[in-house]
């Protein structure tokens, strides 16, 4: 919902600050007042080329920012944008051309507000682009009326299911193209790794193995020097230990103290003997072998290979891949299966598909009619008795992501005239009201919707019907009308007049003034009498504002 719009210094506006509410909101002012400033302001903010001449003039830069709330979260996070409470679109240009676009003041692409903004509010009239002249929205308006939502939603998922299984089966007959090629070099690699015997944590014990080898005479002779040193020689430290102890035992009649010392000494020297064994083995076992050195370089050699060419950093890696080697030649010697389930599964989802199409194709054909009949309906209390409405629907050779067909609306608003597709209808008011004839009829959803012109040309009866239409859009949508009549006007929830006037310093402004009350009363008679304010101009405006207030009025046709 479009909640304020803030203009500094365009054309005639050198601030204007307007808050909306939810239902139907007016502007009116006299002609030239400033209110198509206000729309091209609101256009601006929403992405529409910037034109410098829309500076007020002895000014250097314009600025318009648009206040919506209660914006889909989904919106914003698709355009990567942190979802807030607000959403402010902002736009500033400058006289040399440039400008700049925000949403909630972080900087964007043009592109970017301009999405945002089309999904958040929609123009009818005059100088902008319909939104219904998007073909591609007409079905949508279609199908809102038929009330398709499940088999639109059945169609949608059948749709996405057979475009996933196409795809697998093209991923799968490439692999069947190239698959002899690519078996024979998964057998050659499996193979390669297979004969190799690999052995988790091999390398790890081989360079340590290698590393002895090549350290076998240093590490010989630490072995041979300290069993000498420790047991073996003249001198050892096992006899020394052994007399000493010997002379505390010898002693410890005559001082009780030697007696556990005696006992750690002789536990000393048995660690001690222990190790000088284990050092004499070690010595016995230990030989510098050139063969055995020779074998594990070797061994190295081949792992390290191994390694760089599968990009392994371990034996443990290279088993790894040897497993997922043997499951991929195990799945392509099952792919010919593979595909021909895939290639069952897709034609069974494509008649799926069909069926499921088929069914929402008949639902669009039969609301058709309904619908084209319900807007010609609504046209009439619009002024527009001859106007005739047409949804034509025409097949697609090959199913589409929104169906079996394409729709589009054709319409001509006088007797005897050929239908023509709304692109070509050149008449603002009456696209306009179309428009309004068409949301009346087929709700959809769709965000703030702006009128303008909807009035053009029609009289106090007709304007009445417009008034309380718009009234019941409004119940659905935030509805923004500017207007002439004050039969439109009456119907509103909230009324904003647009107005210019000459400054302390004699240049034109405009303002814009939220009507309530006696003010609104005046700028009723106003538009029902003329500037000249008379007690029977209010008594008139007072009474359609009651009438407009009590009148009743069904909130939409329905497509049943």
Known sequence: MLAELVIHNIAIVERMSIRFTEGFNVLTGETGAGKSIVLDALMLALGANANPALIRAGCEE????????????????????????????????????????????????????????????????????QALQHVERHLAQLDAFARAEEEAAAYHAAYTRLRELTLQVEELQNAANQRQEQQDLLEFQCRELADAKLAAGEDLSLETERSRLHNAGKLLDAAQNGYEKLYGGAQALTGELDKVAGALESSQHLEPKFAPLAEALRNALYGVEDVALQLRDYARHTQNSPERLSEIEERLQLLNRLKRKYRAPDVAALLEKLSLLETEIARLAQLDETLENTLHLQEETRALLEAKGAAWSE??????????????????????PN?????RLTPLEKPAPNGLESGEFYFCANAGEELKPLAQIASGGELSRLMLAIYRAAPAQCGTLVFDEVDAGLGGRAGAAV????RGVARAHQVLCVTHLPQVAACADQHWRIEKHEDDSGRTVATATHLEGESRDIEMARMLGGPQITATALANARELLTQAASDSLPLFSNGE
């Open 387 to 391: 106007a005739r409405f047409e949804v």
């Open 467 to 470: 008034g309380r239409k718009l």
């Open 363 to 384: 639902k669009r054909r039969q609301a058709a009619p309904r619908l084209a009949q319900r807007v010609v309906e609504e046209l009439a209390d619009l002024a527009m």
């Open 62 to 129: 314009a600025s318009v920012a648009a206040v919506f709330v209660e914006v889909d979260p989904e919106l914003l996070r698709a355009a990567d944008i942190e979802p807030e409470d607000e959403v402010c679109l902002r736009r500033t240009i400058t006289r040399s051309g440039r400008g700049r676009a925000y949403i909630n003041d972080m900087p964007v692409r043009l592109k970017q507000l301009k999405d945002i903004g089309n999904a958040l509010l929609t123009v009818h009239g005059q100088h902008e682009q």
